[in-house]
């Protein structure tokens, strides 16, 4: 372990705590010193001070991240110094810890650190499915972000598989063995909202009959994913703010602080930035969770992977139901090149699901897909395009509320159904939050069903 400090009382003590744990270290009180000794034999791990005589740890940071990219760096900052804490992890420091130091926090940050996956496990697909340029980048970029601690942002469409990814980081980082722990935040009734973050203690209100742990609890030592972080209401992003920067938790009703270990991922399908300006987001805890932002594309942004990505699911959706997958046919392959795909990797998973389904014999074509006519599609045009557009009309004639309605009440009771009846992923798929879901079901008369 290299250390690097210009006082003797920080370095004898991190060279004490971390020789207990059986590990040898060298030290170093400058950064010219530093640069030489990594020139050297290089170290698993290395701490630095923000603050050096002849220069900044940041500088330190970005040299070992151009020579020795895959040596984990973990920065000492002054307390209560979150901004260098930030400019620290987006220059691509592994960790940090506050002065003073806790020893019991260096320790699990020693610990992590040397979990990280070795360089030659660190390539492969990672569950990524595809082979074009946006998707090798999107591998690469989960590769670097899996060896970090930093707060990682996930933004992207609905349906393109940002809790994939996310798994992916945690999977192939230092907290692969501990738990990962994913919510919608727009599934959680505002009521009970810092009780499932934080947890709350028996007798804390009413109904609360014995300790329960929350989702910081349940993730201790591994990974929280907060999808939808967007959907968090003001109040909650207060709170949230508090835990992230401070590293501690108040359940409810507790009398004191509990310390939290939890690496952040976080994803919306929202522009972030824009529901900061618009208000409905704190700004202090955007830049916070933002600390690298990670885009995933839309499926028509990589519509040359579609072939593959479509024999997998549906070879995985046929093994999950016991079946042998059947082959897609070439009219298949070609009306799914001329769909949309609003709804990404999900919607085509719902009609590959569907197709498995409808199917006859060891293949599926076109007309089980049932995409419907479009105008770049055999049997579309505009003349069909026209037709349906008349009979909507006529539909809809002299009552267009009640035509919209009846729309929407069957698409609400085919997610339903097709979920049976689990009205968070009913939600969920239809890329709205728990609390407009139910709003919806009342106001259509379903919520009874």
């Known amino acids: 372990m290299l250390i690097v400090d210009d006082e003797p009382d920080i370095r004898e003590l991190l060279e004490i705590t971390l020789s207990r744990m059986g590990l040898r270290t060298t030290s170093a009180a400058n950064l010219t010193e530093a640069r030489q000794l990594l020139e050297g034999d290089p170290p698993q791990l290395c701490l630095t001070d923000m603050r050096l005589p002849d220069g900044n740890g940041i500088e330190l940071v970005r040299h070992i991240q151009q020579a020795q990219p895959r040596l984990p760096v973990a920065m000492i900052t002054a307390h209560g110094s979150i901004d260098a804490a930030i400019e620290a992890l987006k220059a691509g420091a592994f960790d940090f810890i506050s002065k003073p130091v806790d020893l019991e926090g260096l320790r699990r940050l020693v610990e992590q650190a040397l979990q990280a996956p070795p360089e030659d496990e660190a390539g492969g697909d990672g569950g990524i499915i595809g082979d074009t340029a946006a998707i090798r980048t999107l591998r690469q970029q989960v590769d670097k972000l899996a060896r970090s601690q930093a707060p990682v942002h996930i933004h992207g469409e609905s349906g393109t598989g940002k809790e994939v990814v996310a798994r992916q980081i945690h999977g192939r980082g230092p907290r692969a063995g501990r738990p990962f722990v994913a919510v919608n935040c727009g599934a959680i009734p505002t009521e009970l909202m810092e009780s499932e973050f934080f947890g709350h203690v028996k007798g804390a209100f009413t109904g609360a009959t014995r300790d329960k742990q929350g989702l910081f609890g349940l993730a201790r030592g591994g990974t929280l994913f907060l999808d939808e972080v967007a959907d968090l209401p003001l109040h909650m992003q207060v709170k949230l703010l508090r835990a992230i ?34 208000g409905r987001f704190r700004e202090d805890l955007y830049f916070r969770i933002n600390v690298i932002d990670l885009h995933v594309p839309a499926l028509r942004e990589r519509s040359a992977d579609l072939p593959l990505l479509a024999r997998t699911l549906l070879a995985r959706i046929a093994e999950s139901s016991g079946l042998v997958a059947p082959a897609l046919a070439d009219d298949a392959l070609a009306a799914l090149a001329a769909h949309d795909f609003p709804g990404n990797v ?23 897909l049932r995409l419907g006519a479009s105008p770049t599609s055999p049997g579309g045009g505009l003349h069909n395009r026209r037709r349906e557009d008349s009979s909507r009309l006529e539909a809809a004639a002299g009552d267009l509320t009640g035509y919209l309605e009846d729309i929407e009440r069957e698409v609400l009771a085919a997610a339903l159904e097709r979920h049976h009846w689990n009205r968070t992923e009913a939600a969920g798929a239809l890329g709205i939050s728990f609390r407009s879901l139910r709003y919806r079901l009342k106001k259509l008369g379903l919520d009874q069903q």
């Open 346 to 368: 999900r919607e085509l998973e719902n009609i590959l699901e569907r197709a498995l389904a409808l199917a006859e014999g060891d293949c599926i074509h076109a007309t089980d």
């Open 245 to 278: 920067q401070e590293k501690t938790i108040r359940p409810v009703g507790a009398g004191e602080e509990i310390a939290t270990d939890v690496r952040l991922l976080s994803a919306t399908h929202k522009h972030l930035a824009a529901e900061v300006g618009a």
